[in-house]
């Protein structure tokens, strides 16, 4: 089946550390995403990739950093520079960034950190 | 200025009811895409419906149509026939522009609709 992974589903880290979440996506998309969700909110875009070796920044890149080596694969490192990096982070990934294709959605990773 | 608004936090419908979640959005891009997307508490994110700006007649998915009055600038979603697993948030995303490059192939989220549906 077709689909977008993210794990771990639940993630702790101790405050300073770095840590990078996964996101693989076997759709064959170019395009892939990674967007924050705080509590109450809808979602705001980190970082986006239209190719492999190719991203830009989204709304609320500071703090984050990201690689595109492969198509399949976009993970996102939450590195010590955020300052509030305790949130839920989805992936997502669309066949281009045309207007007219949706864009689907991993099950989401629940960072906390303290 | 929000580009996209979704003025009710929380609605409660009947189970077998039709239920109607409002949005509204802002652009100045003659061609542009409208979304709506589920998400139950488990956090997924579900598209239910798409509605491109070009479009003639209004989107129909199953239980989901989408009430597109482009000179209003509203995308409403209606749901028919109300079940409990309709239960969840559910958000607007507008895309603006057919090209590729700069910021404007971008999910756009207005802040969501949390339904409720009673037995």
């Avoid at chain 2, 989901?64 to 958000?91: C, H, P, W």
Wanted: glycine share 10%; net charge neutral.
């Amino acid at each position: 089946d077709g689909g977008i992974t993210q794990s771990p589903k639940y993630l702790f880290r101790k405050e300073g550390q770095n840590v990078t979440l996964s996101c693989e996506q076997n759709l064959n998309h170019d395009a892939m995403y990674w967007y924050r969700q705080d509590p109450g909110q809808g979602l705001r875009l980190i970082y986006y990739s239209q190719i492999v070796n190719d991203f830009q920044k989204g709304d609320i890149a500071e703090g984050y950093s990201v690689s595109r080596e492969k198509k399949e694969s976009f993970p996102l490192t939450v590195t010590s520079a955020q300052k509030n990096p305790t949130a839920f982070y989805l992936c997502a990934s669309s066949l281009t960034r045309l207007a007219y294709y949706e864009q689907y959605f991993g099950p989401g990773t629940r960072l906390t950190v303290t | 200025a929000q580009k996209i608004t979704q003025t009710q936090p929380g609605m409660f419908v009947q189970e077998k009811e039709a239920v109607t979640l409002d949005c509204t959005y802002d652009t100045s891009d003659p061609s542009y895409g409208l979304f709506w997307y589920k998400q139950p508490s488990s956090g997924e994110m579900i598209f239910l419906i798409y509605q491109g700006s070009y479009d003639q007649q209004n989107a129909t998915e199953g239980r989901y149509s989408l009430n597109f009055q482009k000179a209003r600038k509203s995308a409403n979603l209606v749901i028919s026939a109300s079940q409990l697993g309709d239960s969840a948030m559910y958000f607007c995303a507008m895309r603006e522009g057919r090209e590729y490059g700069g910021s404007q192939g971008n999910l756009i989220f207005g802040k969501g609709t949390k339904l409720s549906v009673k037995p």
